[in-house]
């Protein structure tokens, strides 16, 4: 896999990233997570674990990796395997995410996974955790979930303290989620400090079934951002794995166009996403290095105008896929 530039950040991505949601804590909402892990949930089966999905990864050329403070021992797994391997910084791109303290104390289930809050302190403490965890090698720091509503894109003093870390080299981000998806981009394409755009990535939702960030990304990739899509397979309902009955005719289009273009399901989901001239990096949320080997068939689909065409009519209004995904369970 060639890497791209990303943005104008001066940073190479590979076009299809790995994400480490699924692989740092028992729990997380994907489909199947439960099976994934095999159930085996200590420490060291699955630190093994994650560093077999990165190792195949690595190999395969994936070369941006994403964490977050709230995705459990994401960070520690990243960061026992860059150094056990003795990969440089330089060498791969490190993205990692703060505004979110996980919460599950290491079990499947939780009354809380991970508490969100985006005020300067916890910026301070976790910018502090993920700095001691991957030190030279977190190349962007991203806030985790951006809403308008938390009111962190009007919060000057976040925004300086991330300014500040900024100037130090860092490139900074936000990902988004939800409905609203499209305006927090907008708002953050504003957000100046100093005369100086702020923001130097996003990480947004784009998939077959909801497309309604797609001019906001856009005019982020315009305006020179890195983009990051996430949540490329919609959390594993794009994939053989998804056996809901009301999603049949969704099924048959999806397994029609995949046989055509000699495909998984999931590879044609996430080719749908390399095809978008905005797109710097498509992350892979696989857990098992079977799901990544898979997903990363994506690179080698021939997208057309008839894959295109025939797939549009796959997009859910984004209520209804937003309210989907809000009812994903914990597993
Ligand atoms: N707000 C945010 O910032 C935010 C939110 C969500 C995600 N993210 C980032 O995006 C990354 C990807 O997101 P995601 O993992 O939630 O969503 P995703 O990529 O849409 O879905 C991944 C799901 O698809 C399943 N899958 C993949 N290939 C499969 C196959 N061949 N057959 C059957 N099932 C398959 C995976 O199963 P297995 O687990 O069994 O492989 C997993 O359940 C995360 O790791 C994280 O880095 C960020």
């Given at each position: 896999m060639q890497t791209k530039p990303f943005g104008s950040t001066g940073l190479s991505v590979s076009p299809v990233g790995i994400g480490l949601a699924a692989l740092g804590r028992p729990g997380y909402i994907t489909i199947g997570h439960a099976d994934a892990l095999g159930r085996n949930y200590d420490v060291t089966a699955m630190e093994a674990g994650a560093h077999?999905?990165?190792?195949?990864?690595?190999?395969?050329?994936?070369?941006?990796?994403?964490?977050?403070?709230s995705y459990g021992r994401a960070e520690a797994f990243l960061a026992s395997w860059l150094q056990r391997r003795g990969i440089p910084p330089g060498d791969v791109v490190v993205g990692s995410k703060w505004g979110y303290t996980y919460t599950a104390g290491w079990q499947v289930e939780a009354a809380s996974h991970e508490v969100k809050e985006h005020s300067l302190a916890v910026l301070q403490r976790q910018w502090k955790e993920s700095q001691a965890h991957l030190g030279a090698h977190l190349d962007l720091y991203q806030i985790h979930s951006a809403t308008l509503e938390s009111g962190v894109l009007a919060n000057r003093e976040v925004l300086k303290a991330l300014a500040r870390l900024k100037g130090g080299g860092t490139a900074i981000g936000l990902s988004v989620s939800g409905e609203g998806q499209g305006a927090v981009i907008d708002c953050a394409l504003e957000t100046t400090i100093d005369g100086v755009r702020l923001f130097d990535a996003v990480q947004a939702t784009w998939n077959l079934l909801e497309i309604s960030a797609g001019p906001a990304l856009r005019r982020a990739a315009a305006a020179g951002l890195g983009v990051i899509v996430k949540e490329a397979l919609a959390n594993g309902r794009l994939t053989e794995a998804n056996e809901a009955p009301e999603f049949d005719r969704q099924r048959k289009r999806l397994r029609q166009e995949a046989r055509r273009l000699a495909a998984t399901v999931d590879a044609l989901a996430m080719a749908a996403v390399l095809a978008q001239p905005w797109a710097s990096v498509v992350l892979s949320g696989a857990a098992t290095t079977s799901h990544l080997v898979s997903n990363l068939r994506a690179t080698d689909v021939i997208w057309d105008d008839r894959a295109a065409a025939s797939l549009e009519n796959l997009v859910e209004p984004p209520e209804v896929y937003w309210k989907m995904r809000g009812q994903l369970n914990w597993n």
């Amino acid at each position: 896999m060639q890497t791209k530039p990303f943005g104008s950040t001066g940073l190479s991505v590979s076009p299809v990233g790995i994400g480490l949601a699924a692989l740092g804590r028992p729990g997380y909402i994907t489909i199947g997570h439960a099976d994934a892990l095999g159930r085996n949930y200590d420490v060291t089966a699955m630190e093994a674990g994650a560093h077999r999905v990165l190792d195949k990864a690595y190999a395969m050329g994936v070369r941006y990796f994403d964490a977050a403070r709230s995705y459990g021992r994401a960070e520690a797994f990243l960061a026992s395997w860059l150094q056990r391997r003795g990969i440089p910084p330089g060498d791969v791109v490190v993205g990692s995410k703060w505004g979110y303290t996980y919460t599950a104390g290491w079990q499947v289930e939780a009354a809380s996974h991970e508490v969100k809050e985006h005020s300067l302190a916890v910026l301070q403490r976790q910018w502090k955790e993920s700095q001691a965890h991957l030190g030279a090698h977190l190349d962007l720091y991203q806030i985790h979930s951006a809403t308008l509503e938390s009111g962190v894109l009007a919060n000057r003093e976040v925004l300086k303290a991330l300014a500040r870390l900024k100037g130090g080299g860092t490139a900074i981000g936000l990902s988004v989620s939800g409905e609203g998806q499209g305006a927090v981009i907008d708002c953050a394409l504003e957000t100046t400090i100093d005369g100086v755009r702020l923001f130097d990535a996003v990480q947004a939702t784009w998939n077959l079934l909801e497309i309604s960030a797609g001019p906001a990304l856009r005019r982020a990739a315009a305006a020179g951002l890195g983009v990051i899509v996430k949540e490329a397979l919609a959390n594993g309902r794009l994939t053989e794995a998804n056996e809901a009955p009301e999603f049949d005719r969704q099924r048959k289009r999806l397994r029609q166009e995949a046989r055509r273009l000699a495909a998984t399901v999931d590879a044609l989901a996430m080719a749908a996403v390399l095809a978008q001239p905005w797109a710097s990096v498509v992350l892979s949320g696989a857990a098992t290095t079977s799901h990544l080997v898979s997903n990363l068939r994506a690179t080698d689909v021939i997208w057309d105008d008839r894959a295109a065409a025939s797939l549009e009519n796959l997009v859910e209004p984004p209520e209804v896929y937003w309210k989907m995904r809000g009812q994903l369970n914990w597993n």
